[in-house]
């Protein structure tokens, strides 16, 4: 199982970028997923998560009007569309799966098996 993240970069307060989390050896229809962030120096914590289903999300207040989640089943890719990002949304971003059939999001890290190696975002102000 690999999961493959990708789309950080360097942005100005207010630009947006796209992560993308490709999926090898396992296929997201049968996953519930989710990003995770880590700054410096502080806990990786929850940034937005996807049913097995698709049919529900969730995201941390922080993000909450600013970032879409989404995914392609055909792809085997999920996405986090972030908008108007703000110097505090500076972190390494984490993809994150675990198996699932109860169409539930889960927030917590102890909740997920696998992970990405994450991709650095920084938003400079």
């Known amino acids: 199982v690999q999961l493959q993240a990708c789309g950080g970069g360097l942005v100005q307060a207010g630009g947006s970028l796209r992560l993308s989390c490709a999926a090898s050896g396992l296929s997201i229809i049968n996953y519930a997923t989710a990003w995770f962030r880590q700054a410096p120096g502080e806990e990786r914590e929850f940034v937005s998560g996807i049913s097995e289903s698709g049919n529900s999300t969730y995201y941390a207040d922080s993000v909450k009007g600013r970032f879409t989640i989404s995914r392609d089943n055909a792809e085997n890719t999920v996405y986090l569309q972030m908008n108007s990002l703000k110097p505090e949304d500076t972190a390494v971003y984490y993809c994150?799966?675990?198996?699932?059939?109860?169409?539930?999001?889960?927030?917590?890290?102890?909740?997920?098996?696998?992970w990405g190696q994450g991709t650095l975002v920084t938003v400079s102000s």
């Open positions: 994150a799966a675990r198996w699932s059939r109860v169409s539930t999001v889960y927030s917590s890290r102890r909740d997920y098996i696998h």
